[in-house]
């Protein structure tokens, strides 16, 4: 089955860190670039970060220079640490890939002041 599953979410204090991976399956992971999202109660989608094929990275204002995106062919990983968590950054966060248009069922992000 072709899917992304995302992991990792929880609560964290204001400060602290969390990372978040997202397992890719049923197609051919190198091959491809993916991202992350997040969204917030009450507000669009936004994306985060993303790398290509031959990681290239990408970052938004509101996360560079807290969060890193990095890609594991060999595992089919994606990975998205985040440090200096702001309680703004609370939010569910999804992994996606345009291969298919594919998104992870998302993981919940909690920070708190």
């Known amino acids: 089955e072709v899917q992304l599953q995302a992991f990792g979410g929880g609560l964290v204090q204001a400060g602290g860190s969390l990372r978040l991976s997202c397992i890719a399956s049923?197609?051919?992971?190198?091959?491809?670039?993916f991202g992350w999202f997040r969204q917030a109660p009450g507000k669009e989608r936004e994306g985060l970060s993303c790398?290509?094929?031959?990681?290239?990275?990408y970052y938004a204002d509101s996360v560079k220079g807290r969060f890193t995106i990095s890609r594991d062919n060999a595992k089919a990983t994606v990975d998205l640490q985040m440090n200096s968590l702001k309680p703004e950054d609370t939010a569910v966060y999804y992994c996606?890939?345009?291969?298919?248009?594919?998104w992870g069922q998302g993981t919940l992000v909690t920070v708190s002041s």
């Open positions: 049923g197609f051919t992971f190198d091959n491809y670039a």
């Open positions: 790398i290509s094929s031959d990681s290239a990275e």
């Open positions: 996606y890939t345009p291969r298919g248009d594919l």
